[in-house]
């Protein structure tokens, strides 16, 4: 009997426009103990970007390290394998391997031997202990992988994705002889930090993976031979494969549009060398992300008085209190707005962090299409009343106010005479 904790993604130390997570991710950290303490478990897998960034703060590794630190001491059996996904610095968070691997605290950030010359999937390996005392999985404890990271692969199409799939094959492989040797029924259980194909992103959260013009890697990459693949990467929890392939997800919203679905890390049993049952244990939110409107745009006169509506909010200290976005829906240009949109929520226990504006010709188009609408003009004739003019209809469909074009002139007419 194994019990195996799995989350990822934690990104550590992540400014949420201007606002640091700290004391959200203190919280995760401080009921992640407590779930280790009810539930007991050998071991805790994180599948990558531990931090947010390759530098991450003082601050930010003193959580992590003081976690780490807190969990041997409470836990002093549990075996944690901790890999780099495509946030993190993979050699800076291995760093420190050599001492943690004291503790059974096991930190992989590169595939690479220890000249960084070689694949050494060896070196990934890590045989976990189980009721019996006896390894009863192995781990193949597999970072973020870079496309100088994997294996070269005669003629492939995709010189990255084939040697993703030959760097998990060639590592299954070293898996399945060591179990041979030290541990005949052990399960095997794989790490990855990688965008799946089929799975579900998160709008504007996830860092996309694209090199070249790969990004997902399929199913198969991932051998019936494994009992269990741990994945991060996609921040909504997400399983293939009737469970046996799962993301954790990330365990507090990295994003307005991770707001709307329950954060979560996993709790696995295996037994006999294969996976038993899998149980998801939400995450308690301890900061909530609220939209006005909650879903879509609205103009700005519908949204201020849901604003004022948020004085009902309980007041608590500014780290405690929500984050907001609005979403405004313009017909025009509005110097006040975001003037506006303070004064309503003037004495509201929240924290603005954004205005989103979309202009009513981009909601009739598209974003998209308003952002790339093809531009040619001959330069010798354009005016700047032109420009302000054409800028004008295509953000707002409509044609400038007399008054703009007023002011356009008034301000063109100074600099003649200054001029
Ligand atoms: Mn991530």
Request: with cysteine; aromatic share 6%.
């Amino acid at each position: 009997m194994l019990k195996i904790l799995h989350t990822a993604d934690w990104h550590l130390g992540q400014s949420f426009h201007g606002y640091s997570r700290e004391p959200e991710h203190a919280s995760f950290l401080d009921w992640l103990l407590l779930q280790l303490q009810e539930h007991q478990p050998h071991a805790l897998l994180l599948a990558g970007d531990v931090f947010d960034t390759i530098h991450p703060a003082a601050t930010a590794q003193k959580l992590f390290y003081s976690f780490l630190s807190r969990a041997r001491q409470l836990q002093p059996d549990l075996q944690l394998v901790i890999t780099a996904g495509n946030h993190d610095a993979g050699s800076r968070l291995e760093a420190p391997a050599g001492l943690l691997d004291a503790f059974s605290i096991h930190i992989v950030g590169t595939p690479l031997n220890a000249a960084g010359t070689e694949l050494d999937f060896r070196r990934l390996l890590v045989p976990l202990r189980g009721d019996s005392g006896q390894t009863e999985a192995i781990v193949i404890a597999m970072p973020f992988l870079r496309p100088a990271d994997v294996p070269t692969v005669p003629a492939a199409e995709d010189p990255w994705l084939a040697g993703i799939r030959a760097a998990y094959e060639q590592a299954v492989a070293a898996a399945a002889e060591l179990r041979a040797e030290t541990a005949p029924g052990a399960a095997l259980i794989a790490i990855g930090h990688c965008h799946l194909a089929g799975g579900l992103e998160t709008l504007d959260s996830e860092r996309r993976l694209v090199v070249g013009h790969a990004e997902a890697i399929g199913l198969d990459t991932f051998p019936p031979a494994l009992a269990y693949v741990a994945l991060g990467h996609l921040h909504r929890a997400q399983q293939f494969q009737q469970g046996r392939i799962r993301y954790s997800g990330s365990p507090i919203p990295l994003s307005f549009t991770e707001a709307a679905y329950q954060h979560q890390i996993l709790c696995l049993d295996f037994a006999g060398g294969q996976l038993q049952s899998v149980q998801s244990i939400p995450v308690p939110r301890t900061v909530s992300l609220l939209s006005v409107p909650v879903r879509g745009n609205a103009p700005l006169e519908t949204i201020l008085p849901q604003l004022c509506s948020l004085q009902e909010l309980p007041e608590v200290p500014l780290e405690q209190q929500p984050f907001l976005r609005v979403n405004v829906l313009a017909s025009g240009p509005d110097p006040t707005r975001r003037q506006q949109i303070e004064q309503a929520l003037q004495g509201c226990s929240v924290r603005l962090v954004q205005i989103h504006v979309q202009t009513v010709a981009e909601q009739q188009q598209g974003a998209d299409a308003a952002d790339s609408a093809p531009v040619s003009a001959d330069l010798s004739t354009l005016t700047p009343v032109a420009v302000l003019t054409r800028e004008y209809q295509r953000l707002y469909a409509a044609d400038p106010p007399a008054e703009l074009l007023q002011a356009l002139s008034d301000v063109l007419h100074q600099e003649d005479l200054l001029a």
